[in-house]
């Protein structure tokens, strides 16, 4: 199985920071034929379902604010908030679907400074 | 509109069993890949299982193989989890979650439900 790990299992920035969350797969998830790397990223909110921000490694979903941006390719990964926002206060995973078993990273706190 | 409403969830013995459902509507459910994910209490995310629209491929975690079985009804817009020989670890939130793109495997999901609660307790 692909083990993802992320980086720092708990952040905290201050309002108008940057926040930035790291992905790290334990093999490549770039698929060769489309050159695409197969990585999602999620908020959830407590209380609520996860909800996707981010596929193919750095498409935005429809509706997700622009702040959010991702990057990455082969193993590692990176989701950045530009300018932290009250509401962005969540758990972010990442996600892995190169593979079966899809496997999520174990999940980065984020909090107000 | 999508909505994924999941029921089934409640309190279990080890060794019982349980049958999740998840009822879709507001897409063409027969073409999406669909999955159960799962969430023990204050603990990360767990993909469960997928099954394949156009042709019910199941696939599964190796800690649910052999215990519970993925499958769908494409005529009622559901999907289902039967799990059975049910263990302390396997209390979590289920969630039902919908495969971002059509005619695929399983990739990222677009849609989940709110979930339903599994305790399995002595």
């Known amino acids: 199985d692909i083990v993802m790990t992320q980086s720092p299992d708990s952040l905290a920035v201050s309002l108008g920071e940057r926040a930035t969350i790291n992905c790290k797969s334990s093999q490549s998830i770039l698929y060769s034929a489309n050159n695409k790397n197969f990585l999602a990223w999620y908020q959830q909110k407590p209380g609520q379902p996860p909800k996707v921000l981010i596929y193919w490694a750095s498409t935005r979903e429809s509706g997700v604010p622009d702040r959010f941006t991702a990057s990455g390719s082969g193993t590692d990964f990176t989701l950045t908030i530009s300018s932290l926002q009250a509401e962005d206060v969540a758990v972010y995973y990442c996600q892995q679907y190169y593979s079966s078993p899809s496997t999520f990273g174990q999940g980065t706190k984020l909090e107000i400074k | 509109e999508v909505q994924l409403l999941e029921s089934g969830g409640g309190s279990v013995q080890p060794g019982g069993s349980l049958r999740l459902s998840c009822a879709a509507s507001?897409?063409?459910?027969?073409?999406?890949?669909m999955s159960w994910v799962r969430q023990a209490p204050g603990k990360g995310l767990e993909w469960v299982a997928g099954?394949?629209?156009?042709?019910?491929?199941?696939y599964y975690v190796d800690s649910v193989k052999g215990r519970f079985t993925i499958s769908r009804d494409n005529s009622q817009n559901t999907l289902y989890l039967e799990m059975n020989s049910l263990r302390l670890e396997d209390t979590a939130v289920y969630y039902c979650a919908k495969d971002g793109t059509p005619l695929v495997g399983i990739e990222w999901f677009d849609y989940w439900g709110q979930g339903t609660l599994v305790t399995v307790s002595s």
């Open positions: 099954i394949t629209g156009s042709d019910n491929a199941a």
């Open positions: 507001g897409f063409t459910f027969s073409i999406y890949t």
